[in-house]
């Protein structure tokens, strides 16, 4: 994600969802291999897909989530507000509910990515840090 955090919230939209696309993609492939190692696939052939399948999934996720985030900023006009993420983590949520074709993994991952966004965004603004020595 190198990159994404540079300049203000709501331009240049189009990079930043490529940014979150690669995220995206590069963690569907990692989940993908985890994948095909735990559930040993048939053939070489339903390995590729699986792996491809979950590579366009999860990079569809980001791109959504980028491009949302981007567009609810520029369109609001509060670029610091997390509000915004979590409009765009709920979004892929309700992607990823429809590619299941499930109204609970929908709801569930909507209110799981957007709030994971959203406290992402305000760790970020107020400085969190997950690993290290406390600040005294």
Known sequence: MAGYW???EGEQCPRRAWLTTRVGAAAGLVG???RIILLQPG???AAVQMAALDTVT????GAVFGVTACLTAEIREKPEDPLNYFIGGCASGAILGARTHSYVTGTTAC???GITAALTKIGKKEGWRLAGP???
Do not use: E, Q, V
Not at 58 to 61: D, S
């Open 6 to 8: 540079d300049g203000p």
């Open 32 to 34: 993908a291999a985890y």
């Open 43 to 45: 053939s070489a052939l």
């Open 58 to 61: 999860m990079a569809t996720l």
């Open 111 to 113: 209110l799981g990515f």
């Open 134 to 136: 406390p600040k005294l």
